[in-house]
C-alpha cells in the first residue's frame, strides 16, 4: 500500500524568498507523484507530476519539483515566492502497483508581503 | 474542454437524513474519483471506478455510503443515513484512459454539513 507524508502543516515566507514545501512517500513499486493545490473554496488543481526520467521536473507557476530515489522524497519549490502562492498544497502518490491516487494532509503556505 | 462538474455546491441536512451528489467527468475520461475532505485533512478516497467498473472501494462505508457510475460516464455518490462525522467537501475527480501516469482533474465539490 502507497502513503504520502507532508511534515509541516504551515510554511511561511517573505515573497521574494525561496519556497519549499516538503513531501515523502512509501510505494512498494515505482511512484508516479503529484503536486495539487487547493485555493479557498476550490478544487484541487494539478501542478506537476514525475513518472520517469530527469529528477527535477517543472510545473505551472513557475513551480518545480525535485525526486529523491534514496530519500524518497518529492519537495515542491519555487525560487522567488509571490503572496498569491498562499494556499493549501497537496502532494499525491500513485504506486505502479496500485491504481489508487493517495493525498497528503496537506500543507499550508502563507507568504507575506 | 469543460471541467469536471459537480452538484450541488452546497448541501445542509440533518443527520439520518440521505442525500446524493452528482459528477460528471470531462468528457472521454475512463477513471473516475469520488474523495471526502474534512476540514484541515487531505483528500481521503472513496471510490475509484475504470469506466463502470468500481477499481478501488476499500475506503467506502458500505453500510451509509453507495456510488454507482451506470454507463461509465457520470456518476452518483449517496449517503443513506447521514452522520454528523459526514460533514465534508465530498470531491470528484477524472483521468484519461491511460490511467497511471495521468493527472486527476479536480471538480469545485460538493461541501456537505450535518446537523
Known amino acids: 500500500a502507497q502513503s504520502v507524508a507532508q511534515p509541516e502543516d504551515q510554511v511561511n515566507v517573505a515573497e521574494g524568498n525561496p519556497l519549499t514545501v516538503k513531501c515523502t512517500y512509501s510505494v512498494s513499486g515505482n511512484p508516479y507523484l503529484f503536486w495539487y493545490v487547493q485555493y479557498p473554496n476550490r478544487g484541487l488543481q494539478f501542478l506537476l507530476k514525475y513518472i520517469t526520467g530527469d529528477n527535477l521536473v517543472k510545473g505551472s507557476y513557475g513551480f518545480e519539483a525535485e525526486f529523491n530515489k534514496s530519500q524518497t522524497s518529492f519537495h515542491l519549490k519555487k525560487p522567488s515566492a509571490l503572496v498569491s502562492d498562499s494556499a493549501l498544497y497537496f502532494c499525491a502518490v500513485r504506486d505502479s502497483n496500485d491504481y489508487k491516487l493517495s493525498f497528503g494532509a496537506g500543507t499550508t503556505v502563507t507568504v507575506r508581503a | 474542454e469543460a471541467g469536471v462538474a459537480q452538484s450541488p455546491r452546497y448541501k445542509i441536512i440533518e443527520k439520518r437524513q440521505s442525500v446524493a451528489f452528482w459528477c460528471n467527468p470531462i468528457?472521454?475520461?475512463?477513471?473516475l474519483y469520488w474523495y471526502q475532505q474534512i476540514l484541515g485533512q487531505g483528500p481521503k478516497l472513496l471510490i475509484q471506478?475504470?469506466?463502470?467498473?468500481?477499481?478501488?472501494d476499500s475506503q467506502l462505508p458500505k453500510d451509509r455510503f453507495s456510488a454507482e457510475r451506470l454507463k461509465g460516464v457520470d456518476s452518483t455518490l449517496k449517503i443513506q443515513p447521514a452522520k454528523l462525522e459526514d460533514s465534508a467537501v465530498y470531491l470528484c475527480?477524472?483521468?484519461?484512459?491511460?490511467?497511471?501516469?495521468?493527472?486527476?482533474?479536480f471538480g469545485q465539490g460538493t461541501r456537505l454539513t450535518v446537523v
Open positions: 471506478f475504470q469506466n463502470n467498473g468500481v477499481v478501488d
Open positions: 468528457s472521454g475520461h475512463a477513471t
Open positions: 475527480a477524472s483521468s484519461p484512459e491511460t490511467g497511471m501516469n495521468t493527472e486527476a482533474f
